[in-house]
């Protein structure tokens, strides 16, 4: 469907994180004919989202430069910026090459990129961003209309839905009292509340993935030089990522097997195999790269949930390994005995005599419940991708129960068809809905990577452009 109105098709990006912002840049780049575009973002700055919007230095990306670019034809092109800034200035260029840089580094390279791709747009092809969020969304025969929190109403040809992750909340806490008392942080990007527990004596750290590592890392930062326990559903964190070159076809000249049994069976044959002549397991998880989309989209619905079930944790260390600096931080924390890691999974919290948290868990294997004190407790379990059963959004709950939108395979985000639409509840593609990152967990197995998200902007852009008839640019004008 085109413009409802006499006026140039209108595009309303909802969310302005990388996946929102990146569209935004393609659609600017690309498009060679009047389009009004609409970023519509509760932040004062698109591009940063949650990844990318920490000031503090030491969270960093987790990985080398080199791996982080917007434009997938261009992939030097983050390292080519990074190298026309004053912290790298005089640096060879294989040293930036493989630096990882702090994340709200990687966010201003993406805001300067949307920037320079409105200086450049075609003209008639507009941008806006409007601080709001979006509380409602519903399809008309005249388009979309989108109600704001500010009490605004958006009339579009298209939305597009980049709400990225959200974070996982366990109901600890349900008074909320640990909370209000500041012993219970359920958001670690809360900074004020991480501040208000750097003079305990032992904090009880909820889950082991990289949002553990960033908690830790801030903690230190703070001046907090008591003892952290984590508990972790399978005891593991994030290990030390390296960067050999991949290995060669790592499944044989055949490609991957069809059953997760038999991968995951053959990954750990090659993987001690690798070890056993002295190289680096870490040789196989880029080998894998250009396996998994395939593999995945293949792959039969109970291996699926199989795999979310028993593989996810041990895969995500496999892939999402820490930067050396925050590996090393929390190797020097267990070696000196402030930090110990234990698998089990947290039951309940209540308050305790003298200001302290009694914290209930069960160690995993084991049925009796243990119990220990400590000064506070951190959620630090990252995000949760049941939109359908856990987003409490009033957006998400409005398109799910307007039937605008239906739960992706597994359970796991919105379901979509093969050119990012929307599938909606009675199973029918969206002709003015589509869909962007982490909200596609279950239907791509690791949506959110920054060459992932590159990817289905691209896919995205010119499926847009086709259908709102906007002439698009040759690909090798689209990047000055
Ligand atoms: C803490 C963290 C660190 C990460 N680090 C890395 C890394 O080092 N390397 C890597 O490859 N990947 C990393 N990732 C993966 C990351 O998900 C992607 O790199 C990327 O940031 C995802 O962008 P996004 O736009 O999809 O989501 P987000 O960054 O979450 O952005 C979504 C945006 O949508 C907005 N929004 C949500 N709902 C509404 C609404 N109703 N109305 C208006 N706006 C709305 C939010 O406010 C937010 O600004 C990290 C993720 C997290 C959470």
Not at 194 to 217: H, W
Not at 384 to 395: N, S
Not at 448 to 470: F, H, P, Y
Request: charge should be neutral.
């Amino acid at each position: 469907m085109v413009a409802h109105h006499g006026g140039p098709p209108e595009i309303v990006i909802v969310g302005g994180g990388l996946s929102g912002t990146a569209l935004a840049i393609k659609l600017l780049r690309e498009a060679r004919q009047a389009l009004a575009i609409r970023l519509v973002d509760p932040s004062a700055q698109p591009g940063r989202g949650l990844a990318y919007s920490t000031q503090e230095p030491g969270h960093l990306v987790n990985g080398p430069a080199l791996i982080f670019t917007l434009y997938p034809d261009q992939p030097e092109h983050f390292v080519d910026w990074l190298t026309t800034q004053p912290e790298f200035a005089g640096q060879p260029r294989d040293a930036v090459a493989q630096a990882y840089v702090p994340r709200w580094r990687f966010g201003d390279y993406v805001s300067e990129q949307l920037w320079q791709a409105q200086q450049q747009a075609a003209p008639g092809v507009t941008f806006e961003h409007v601080q709001a969020r979006v509380e409602d969304l519903d399809v008309s025969s005249s388009g979309i209309a989108l109600a704001l929190d500010a009490g605004r109403v958006l009339l579009a040809d298209h939305a597009v839905l980049a709400l990225g992750v959200f974070q996982s909340r366990p109901r600890f806490d349900s008074s909320g009292q640990l909370t209000q008392t500041g012993r219970y942080v359920a958001n670690i990007w809360d900074c004020s509340r991480l501040a208000a527990l750097v003079d305990a004596d032992e904090l009880v750290l909820v889950g082991g993935s990289l949002t553990m590592i960033d908690t830790v890392v801030s903690l230190e930062k703070l001046g907090y030089r008591g003892t952290y326990k984590v508990l972790a559903r399978h005891g593991l964190t994030p290990v030390e990522r390296r960067n050999p070159a991949p290995t060669e076809e790592p499944f044989g000249s055949v490609g991957p097997p069809h059953t997760l049994r038999q991968v995951v069976r053959e990954l750990r044959e090659k993987a001690r195999a690798i070890i056993s002549l002295g190289g680096d397991w870490q040789a196989l998880p880029g080998a894998l790269k250009p396996y998994l989309a395939d593999w995945w989209r293949n792959a039969a619905l109970t291996d699926r949930q199989r795999f979310f079930r028993h593989v996810r944790p041990h895969w995500d260390v496999f892939l999402h390994r820490a930067p050396p600096v925050s590996a090393a931080l929390v190797t020097a924390l267990r070696a000196s005995g402030r930090l110990s890691i234990e698998a089990a999974i947290v039951t309940g919290l209540a308050e305790a005599p003298a200001g302290r948290v009694s914290v209930r868990y069960r160690p995993r294997g084991s049925e009796e419940e243990c119990t220990i004190l400590a000064r506070g407790v951190v959620n630090c379990t990252g995000p949760d991708y049941r939109w359908h059963a856990g987003c409490e959004q009033p957006l998400v709950h409005n398109l799910f129960s307007r039937g605008l939108v239906q739960a992706g395979p597994v359970g796991l985000g919105i379901a979509v068809d093969p050119s990012l639409a929307a599938v909606a509840a009675n199973g029918v593609a969206s002709l003015h809905i589509s869909v962007l990152g982490a909200a596609l967990r279950g239907t791509i197995v690791e949506p959110g990577t920054v060459v992932e998200i590159a990817n289905q902007t691209s896919t995205l852009s010119s499926r847009l452009l086709a259908v709102l008839r906007v002439t698009q640019a040759p690909a090798a004008l689209q990047v000055s």
